[in-house]
């Protein structure tokens, strides 16, 4: 066993030593029966970030909240595309034209009618904001939208688009609002409320406390056997966990950021007290760290260096020992279950040896004192930047930190919020950030699109020698009528990211849940973003 390694296994027995004690402070005791004895027909979860803004055509709200409130034309499941509120839809022969017939008797929470002109006003203000929506294809397809009806609407493209049904499923923007909460006719400058047609009504917010959701009796799918649904802003880590315990909240899962609240021998101890039930995905996305290969004074703008930083990386050992295995191991950008991803790509295996002899070829230099190379003059030095709300991604980096150093490379490991790191990511300014691809419902196509974003990862793609060929070929895919040339060119682009080694692959993840022993019906969406809370009951 080597020092890592061992180093790794230490820090995690003393999580699981502090995790286990369980104990009621002051007092000796441990306490393990209120999420028992106190569940109610209420879900109270803990999140580490408040709900903030839920207007479902901008970007800061959460997204499992507003999967509660908001509801698409149609669903993405693992069996396709399937009606919502949408009951049907034709396109015509040419792929431009598509005509949804909606279902009838549906109301927004304000009591205002869902019909055809509800339809048109919220996917015009959702195109008036065109930039906003760049990363999102077909809001640059859209040529109108139009009432036929009361109940139908014809949504003409301006090309064929192949996506078009699974990017209108999405947990935002494509989603609608009541028109009465509208400023101006429009959403972008704010909205006056935030009713939509879905299960649960927000009715209390008090920021970075709680928000409170009830069950909408009027719901067209039958009203929720839950009947109120708490959001909670904890800090993740023992403070969750102690809350759990007495019973404070009753329900955790990863959020739409990746991050779970508690670790794994946290999770471990709650199951083992007989109160609570663990539940796990299928692989839903790949935790990766994004590389900024447009940054020119930064080694890792360079291919060697990239390549080097991935061989360091001893996956399995994060897979098994950080992870408890509980994730698996990645060496793509796209795990084996996301559709185009069977691709056979150069392999990258965890190799010292090769991370070295790849330094030494570029030039990067050993010290005298065989420490952190240098060219130049140069050091080989990095800021890798993680949310400091995951404990996971804090001892994922301290390991990384420690493994690239053998290889002579010098890693400054920094914490911020998710939206300062979502601001890094948009505006260049950093070497190495933790991420995740956009997950199963979304992939490729959604995290490959965001290859050319600004607000995304335009500058982790930008710097490559061959990005006029992959943003060609991203244009293609995207326009593709023909299921073979897709998969080609899905192949070649996935090939390109792959080499260049921009996207630096570490597991897979899933989405978690940790829930009371008696709760039934836990399930998953197509999307890490969302969890169907109306089919839950106790």
Known sequence: MNKRVANVLVFMLSIMLLAGCGQTPGTGQTDTGSAKNEVKSELIYASAKDINDMNPHLYTGSMPAQGMVYESLVENTVDGIKPLLAESWDIAGDGKTYTFHLRKGVKFHDGEPFNAEAVVQNITAVQSNAEKHSWIKLSAKIKSVEAVDEYTVKLTLSEPYYLALV????????????????????????VNGYHGTGPYKLTEHKVDQYATFTANEDYWGG??????????????????????????????????????????????????SGDYQLVRSAAMNTKMIVANSSKA????????????????????????????????????????????????????????????????????????????????????????????????????????????????????????????????????????????????????????????????????????????????????????????????????????????????????????????????????????YELPFEQMKF
Do not use: C
């Open 297 to 528: 004074d930064s080694p890792a703008s360079e291919t060697a260096v990239r390549e080097a930083f991935w061989h360091a990386i001893d996956r399995e050992t994060i897979s098994s020992v950080i992870s408890d295995g509980t994730e698996t191991a990645a060496f793509a950008l796209f795990s084996s279950n996301v559709n185009y991803a069977n691709v056979s790509l150069k392999e990258r295996a965890y190799d010292v040896g090769k991370a070295g002899d790849l330094l030494e070829s570029a030039g990067w230099k050993p010290g005298n004192d065989g420490g952190i190379r240098s060219k130049g003059g140069k050091p080989l030095s990095m800021k890798l930047y993680y949310d400091s709300n995951s404990s996971s991604q804090k001892i994922q980096a301290e390991f990384i930190q420690d493994a690239v150093k053998e290889v002579g490379m010098q890693l400054e490991i920094i914490g911020e919020e998710s939206a300062s790191i979502a601001n890094r990511r948009a505006t260049g300014d950093y070497d190495l950030l933790f991420n995740q691809t956009w997950g199963l419902a979304y992939d490729p196509q959604s995290t490959i699109t965001a290859f050319t974003s600004e607000s995304a990862y335009k500058h982790t793609t930008s710097g490559i020698a061959q990005k006029e060929e992959l943003y060609s070929k991203i244009n293609d895919v995207m326009v593709s009528t023909d299921e073979e040339s897709r998969k080609v060119l899905y192949a070649d682009i996935m090939r390109i990211v792959h080499d260049e080694a921009v996207f630096i692959p570490l597991t897979n993840g899933s989405v978690t849940v940790i829930a009371p022993k008696n709760l039934q019906g836990v399930s998953f969406k197509q999307t890490q």
């Open 167 to 190: 990017e209108l499923s999405m947990t935002r923007p494509y989603v609608f609002l009541s028109p009465k909460d509208f400023k101006d006719g429009r959403t972008k400058d704010g």
């Open 223 to 272: 009203a929720p056997s839950i009947r109120q649904i708490t959001a909670k802003v904890l800090p993740a880590g023992e403070t969750t966990l102690l809350a759990l315990q007495k019973g404070e909240v009753n329900f955790v899962f990863t959020d739409d950021r990746g991050a779970d609240s508690i670790d794994v021998a946290a999770m471990r101890q709650l199951v083992d």
